[in-house]
Each structure stands twice: as C-alpha cells, then as structure tokens.
DNA sequence: GTCTATAGGGGGATAGAC
DNA sequence: GTCTATCCCCCTATAGAC
C-alpha cells in the first residue's frame, strides 16, 4: 500500500491548490508538505505547470468518461430525444458524486475544478478545455434535440448558464454562508444538492424563450426592401 | 483632467487584476504599467492588500447602492410581495450595466468580481462579504415573500444557484467560446444577457419543489406521539 | 508627495553527486 | 529515482533623501 513519491506530490498539490489557488501555491510549500524534495516535481511532471496538467489529467478525464458513458446509456434507453432532467443529471451527477468522496480528495479536487472554469491561468484554461471539448460535442446535440424549440444562439447561453451554476457550486464558494446566514448546513441535505439542482437547471433551461420568432430578415439594397433570400 | 497618481494605480490594478488574477499580478507590474513609482502602492494604499480593498470599495459599493436603489422603487411599486422577475433584473441588472461600460473599465471590474466569488484569497472573499452583506439582508427577504412556497432551506439554495450563475457570467468565462464553438457573439447579442439571464432565473428560482410538502412534524415524548404545537 | 535604494524573503528550475 | 546545492529571478515593504 506504499504510496509513489508521484502520488504523494498529486495528492498534496492538489489540496494546496484546492485551498490557496494555484499562483499562490509554491512548489516548496507542496515538496515540503508531501515530505519529498523540492526537484521531485521537476523530475516526475516536468515544471509546476506539467503538475497543474497532471492533476486534472488524473480526474477530470475518468469524470468525462463517465459522463459520456452515462450519455449513452439514456441514448439506449430514449433514442435521440432524451427527457432533459436526465440529460442535466447525467452531466451534473459525476461532478457531484466526486464532491462528496471526502476521503480520496475527490471533495478537493472539484473544488478546484470549479473555481478553474473563471481561472485566468493559461495552463489552467488549456488543461480543463482540452479535456471537456468531447463532453461538450456529445452532449450539446443531445440538448438540442431535447429542446428543439430553443433557437441556437439561446441554446448556446442556456448551457452556458448551466455549465456557471454547476461551477459555482462545485467551487463549494464562501458565499453560501452569507446567504443562509449561519444556518447551517447538514450534510444529509449536501445529499439532496442534486436534486435541488437539477430542478434548478431542469427549469431554467426549458424556460419560455421571448426571443423574437425567426422573422425573414429584410435586407436594405439598392433603393428598394426586399427580403433576403 | 489630469488624473492623480491615486487614480491611476487604481485603473492600471484593476486591469492587470481582471486579467492575471490578484496572486499573479506583483506590484511591481502595477506602477511599472502606471507609470509611477513601486512605493506608491504602499505610500496610498498601505500595502497591496490595501489596494485590492479599495478597488472593491470603489466599483462594488455604488454597485450595490444601485441594487438597493433599484428594489426600494420596487418595493414602492408593488408593496411587500413584487414580482420574481422585477427582482432578479433588480439585483442582475447593475453588474450587467457596468459590464458594458468597456471605456471606464467597467467591464474589467465586472470580470474581476465575476471571479471574486470564488477567488480563495481571504483578503479578496472578506473585502466582497463586507460589502454585500447589506444587499442579501434587503433581497432575501423580498424573495422569501415573493416566493412563499419555497421552504427557507431551499430559498437559500435558490439564491445560490442564482448569485452562482450570475458570478460566472461576470467573469467572462472563456467557456462560452468552447459551448458555442466559433460562433461569435455578436455585441447586440450581448445587449440581450440581462433579458436570457432573467428569463433562466426567473424560471430556475420559481421552478416546482419536490421538497417534501410541510408536514406537521410529530414529536415522539414519553410514550406518546402527538403532533407539536 | 514622490523618489532611490535596499532589506529580507521566496520563487522556479537545473546540474551533478549518490 | 532521489538528493544537495545553487543560479538567478521576482516579490513586498520600508527607510530616508529630496
């Protein structure tokens, strides 16, 4: 049950990153917590920025699998129109589940994950981009067929409003104490956030659009209005 | 029209903040940009926690003002109970409207504060708190009443939900880029935000609970159930 | 109010011994 | 694979001249 110097270090940075950011989190202060040199990081991920990779590498990328893999399997069950609850459960539900896996880090790294959808860092924003594009392919069409009243453009922003509220959750923000002021929160309804959110997103999504009906756009050319072809 | 070096400081911060992030800008960076001395951080703002506050102070208080502003014509308007609607583009509209404003930096504090709510930083999550305290005690309850059948617990969440995907829009995520995939938004397009965002959370916030309906709890006392007063 | 100079502490990366 | 030692950089803060 020997634990690698490579784990030691992931496992470590990942918990500081989790907790101080990443710029304000040292490859000295990472070496000393996980009792191993301080070149130990450039030997196994490169530079600090090849650890920032490794860490995501190592759970974002099964998170995605799972999330596809979940994908398709409601893609078995309904064909191509999946009801939208479903879709937004097989997306968000990975990430939540991971949040709750307090003794394997699973907790600290979907912190981290949340806050890096807003981070500024290039390596960051590369690493999450990289390893989400396929997710993204899958799943939006799937939305599409399922809200097929939904024009593009708004579709676009719907999935971008959920993907915010599933980040802001996941980044487990300070702001929750202000709102609920001291009351506290009991970890049986931590179990309930799934639900509650997704009927959060379930409704927000399918909300009544008052984007204007697609009119025939009128083109102004040459001294006479016509529509467009 | 000459602009003080105070000024200054703060215009040049609150850009290389928006984009670096508060631990990747050093100050040196700052008043090499400004143009002015690197003891001139110190000298006016104390030290750079100093001058983050004061670029908190100096954008999100009027901001909040404004919201608060804003809901006491409502509450003129409609008395206790005002549409959910009317509310959410209350709180929303503010950030959205400074957002816009890309000359007077606006925008850049938007994206700032976006990320603000996530940001680890103590320094960064105290400056926010203090500041919005006031705003959560005047809207939760104008929410509570609007909304009289959420449970308490759930309104909070509700309100989370809400102040997540508002924070997330704020920052300006790059995502966006990765859901719509080459499409660019076009300015006018993002004119639109404040009404997609309203018709997404108005619709989330008001979406049904399968919250177990209020159940007269019973209270188990010395042999006997009975229903509690 | 604004500058220079410097104190005093980390920062990431790497060469080379073991 | 792991260590020590070190290079050379940047960091914030402050003392004291102007």
């Given at each position: 049950m020997a634990q690698s110097t490579k784990d030691r270090i992931l496992d470590v940075a990942e918990q500081l990153f989790s907790g101080h950011g990443f710029g304000a989190?040292?490859?000295?202060?990472?070496?000393?917590?996980?009792?191993?040199?301080?070149?130990?990081?450039?030997?196994?991920?490169?530079?600090?920025?090849?650890?920032?990779?490794?860490?995501?590498?190592?759970?974002l990328s099964p998170m995605n699998e799972e999330r596809l893999r979940r994908l398709r399997i409601l893609e078995q069950e309904h064909g191509a129109v999946i009801p939208v609850a479903e879709l937004i459960k097989a997306f968000v539900g990975p990430a939540l589940e991971l949040s709750r896996d307090?003794?394997?880090?699973?907790?600290?790294?979907?912190?981290?994950?949340?806050?890096?959808?807003?981070?500024?860092?290039e390596?960051?924003?590369?690493?999450?981009?990289?390893?989400?594009?396929q997710?993204?392919?899958?799943?939006?069409?799937?939305?599409?067929?399922?809200?097929?009243?939904?024009?593009?453009?708004?579709?676009?922003?719907?999935?971008?409003?959920?993907?915010?509220?599933?980040a802001y959750c996941m980044?487990?923000?300070?702001?929750?104490?202000?709102?609920?002021?001291?009351?506290?929160?009991?970890?049986?309804?931590q179990e309930r956030l799934l639900i509650r959110?997704?009927?959060?997103?379930?409704?927000g999504i399918q909300a009544p659009s008052s984007e204007e009906p697609v009119r025939t756009p009128f083109v102004v050319a040459a001294g006479h209005v016509r529509p467009s072809s």
């Open positions: 989190t040292s490859m000295r202060a990472i070496t000393n917590a996980a009792g191993v040199n301080l070149a130990a990081v450039n030997y196994h991920f490169g530079s600090k920025d090849g650890l920032v990779r490794a860490i995501f590498e190592r759970r307090e003794s394997a880090g699973g907790a600290r790294f979907v912190r981290l994950l949340g806050r890096s959808y807003t981070e500024p860092s390596t960051v924003q590369a690493a999450v981009r990289s390893m989400s594009g997710v993204i392919d899958r799943f939006k069409p799937a939305f599409s067929a399922a809200l097929p009243e939904l024009e593009g453009e708004e579709l676009c922003w719907r999935l971008h409003f959920l993907v915010g509220t599933l980044s487990g923000s300070n702001m929750m104490r202000l709102i609920a002021s001291g009351r506290i929160t009991e970890p049986t309804e959110l997704t009927e959060f997103l379930a409704a």
